[in-house]
């Protein structure tokens, strides 16, 4: 899964071109404060493309850009990128001063650079003057109606690399968390030796650290994250680069073990960590460390099982006593195997049939909500889409009940499941 970031200067339409793709697929946006403005990544994701995007919102100042400079927090974002989508405002009919030096600086990055002119409903011509920037093709696209994103997203899904298969069938596990919760203690703790250096100090790990090990005969790459934290004594531009490294990492990544430490609680932040890892489509667990510390840890539990997601597991570890090993790896690769799973067109629609019979659409407008088939559209993450009459009617309550009984009947406990759903006919049916 490939990394995107979107720059211009000001009113070229980034944020708008964002939004266009993210809201059409409603995917969980976060606002990522690092800067006067927020920055913003999400996940696009339809039947045939999925990769990250970041919005660097604030990069346009016309004053950045013209001092011959990059912001360190822009700077290191757009490095962690696979791909630049530099955009233009192509109601101007040719750049400005600012695109020129905009271009100078991104191509002193070394990365590829799709060159996207926005706004080219307002246009009805070709707008030949920004050839002049020295790239070979251009993407003429308006985030209002949709022009030529189709074009860019083929292109886009052709340049970004393709994931690499592991040979030797290891199972990835990001260990994710707040700054000093006890990740690399817990490494530590896995591999029976202090290999990870380890601090009190909040954010001793800025980068992602990757360690092989192997456990009763299957090899493990456990990869210790930047503590992912929104209050940092170091510089917001740091920051902001260890959030964006550390998604980068989840993306890359089979299994998400997710730390929280029972001192500290889980935070608003977290709970927002949380969706964006299930918006990815990552299972993950949560590991609660240091439970030992506190009396009342089964209450702390019983609390937490309300504000996470049911399919979710929770278990208690001990990095000290290294409580809590045997059942850590035995539930990633448990979740891991999962990961495979397939299952026919028509052994699908079997289950859809009885999901129905037993729980109905809503009735709306005096008519029932039909639902008449249902596919595998990919496996990381599990997604499945819907076709039917009315689909885009259905409440919230009744799509969770999909989820859930497709979770069950499936065997894909510990999953987080996407529905897509498409009003259209039948193709199965003979008419």
């Not at 991104?106 to 590829?112: I, T, V």
């Not at 926005?118 to 009805?124: A, I, W």
């Not at 930047?226 to 550390?246: E, P, Q």
Request: aromatic share 10%; glycine share 6%.
């Amino acid at each position: 899964m490939g990394l995107i970031a979107i720059v211009g200067a000001s009113n070229v339409g980034k944020s708008s071109l964002f939004n266009t793709l993210i809201g059409k697929n409603k995917a969980i946006v976060s606002d990522i404060p690092g800067t006067t403005r927020d920055r913003h990544f999400a996940l696009y994701q339809d039947a045939t493309y999925s990769f990250g995007l970041i919005d660097t919102g604030g990069l346009g100042d016309d004053e950045i850009i013209l001092s011959n400079k990059l912001t360190e927090q822009t700077y290191l974002a757009i490095e962690q990128a696979d791909l630049i989508w530099f955009v233009v405002d192509a109601s101007e009919d040719t750049p400005n001063q600012t695109d020129y030096m905009l271009r100078n600086q991104l191509m002193k990055l070394k990365k590829p650079i799709f060159l996207v002119l926005n706004k080219c409903d307002k246009l009805n011509h070709v707008p030949v003057g920004f050839y002049e920037l020295g790239f070979k093709k251009q993407y003429e696209v308006s985030s209002r109606t949709k022009k030529g994103i189709p074009d860019l997203l083929l292109d886009t899904h052709n340049m970004l690399p393709e994931p690499i298969e592991d040979l030797n069938q290891g199972v990835k596990i990001a260990i994710v968390g707040k700054p000093n919760v006890g990740k690399s203690s817990w490494i530590n703790a896995l591999l029976q030796e202090k290999r990870l250096i380890t601090d009190t100090l909040s954010g001793t790990t800025r980068d992602t650290i990757e360690v092989d090990f192997t456990y009763q005969g299957q090899l493990f790459h456990l990869l210790d994250t930047a503590g992912l934290s929104r209050k940092d004594k170091h510089a917001k531009d740091i920051n902001y680069y260890t959030f964006i490294r550390s998604m980068r990492s989840i993306q890359q990544t089979d299994i998400v073990a997710f730390m929280i430490d029972v001192e500290q609680g889980l935070t608003h932040h977290d709970r927002r960590l949380m969706g964006e890892i299930s918006e990815i489509g990552k299972p993950y667990f949560i590991l609660l460390n240091k439970t030992d510390l506190i009396k009342e840890s089964k209450v702390f539990i019983d609390e937490l099982r309300y504000q996470i997601p049911k399919y979710v597991d929770i278990f208690s570890i001990s990095a000290k006593k290294r409580t809590g090993v045997k059942y850590f790896f035995s539930q990633s690769k448990k979740l891991y195997e999962k990961l495979s799973f397939e299952m026919t067109t028509n052994e699908l629609n079997v289950l859809l049939i009885r999901l129905v019979e037993n729980h109905q659409p809503p009735i709306i407008n005096n008519r029932r909500i039909k639902l008449r088939y249902i596919h595998q559209i990919s496996k990381v993450p599990m997604a499945f889409k819907i076709h039917g009459k009315q689909t885009h009617q259905l409440p919230q309550s009744y799509i969770r009940y999909l989820e859930n009984s497709l979770r069950e009947h499936l065997g894909l406990e510990g999953l987080p499941i996407k529905l897509f759903f498409k009003n259209d006919h039948n193709p199965y049916i003979s008419h």
